[in-house]
């Protein structure tokens, strides 16, 4: 089970703005990178900053989870699909998560080696579910650490952050090294999901 199954019912009440946005002439190319923009922006702004201030972390990986659903929507429903849509879809998202992830590098007890196992493995593990397509299965998206998951249980940690001013205890980076374990775990079905259905 995974958040990622709720995205059908996300995209339901996100399909008026939707509309709305085609009237304008937003094209899904435009949403997809302007949302990584934007994610790199706060990556970068927030590492130096006071910690409350990643506080935005969890407000914009709603909005960023709004807008990935919003791209594709207008890929798909309003014939906006590309070859060049189908790289960006994949690559921003993969830098996103990398920039929104390091921040937490600098936060004690964190370090760069939990951090950095974990953004490895989260580019694996799109990687990973890409491949599904080249050998003839549905781009895989099983659990239990997708990347709706991931930026569940990261916002939980920056609310953590941000209410106690980054003063953690030593444990936590526990956290982080489960994370890690749990993507390492998805990369795993998903590689295992995709070769059945590929039979």
């Known amino acids: 089970m995974t958040i990622y199954a709720l995205k059908s019912r996300f ?3 996100l399909r008026p703005f939707v ?5 304008m002439g937003v094209k899904a190319n435009h949403v997809t990178i302007a949302a990584c923009i934007v994610s790199i922006a706060i ?8 910690r409350i201030w990643f ?7 709603f909005l960023r989870m709004g807008l990935n659903a919003i791209d594709g929507m ?11 849509g189908a790289y960006l879809n994949e690559l921003t998202d993969v830098i996103s998560d990398a920039a929104l992830y390091l921040p937490f590098a600098f936060v004690v007890p964190f370090d760069w080696r939990s951090v ?6 989260a580019a694996l593990s799109e990687m ?6 080249m050998i003839g299965a549905a781009r895989r998206y099983d659990g239990p650490m997708g990347k709706s998951d991931r930026a569940f249980v990261f916002s939980l940690l920056a609310i953590w952050i941000a209410v106690t001013n980054g003063t953690l205890p030593a444990w936590a980076n526990v956290i982080m090294w489960t994370i890690a374990v749990l993507i390492a775990i998805t990369i ?3 590689v295992r999901s995709g070769l059945k259905e590929a039979r």
Not at 116 to 121: D, E, K, L, V
Not at 128 to 133: A, D, E, L, Q
Request: proline share 2%; glycine share 8%; hydrophobic share 60%.
């Open 43 to 50: 990556g970068f702004a927030i590492i130096n900053a006071s």
């Open 11 to 13: 995209q339901a009440l």
């Open 19 to 23: 509309v709305l946005l085609v009237r």
């Open 188 to 190: 795993i079905n998903r």
């Open 116 to 121: 950095g196992a974990t953004i490895f493995a």
């Open 128 to 133: 990973t579910g890409v491949v599904g397509v």
């Open 55 to 61: 506080a935005i972390i969890p407000v914009w990986m």
């Open 74 to 84: 207008l890929a798909r429903e309003f014939n906006q699909k590309s070859n060049l």
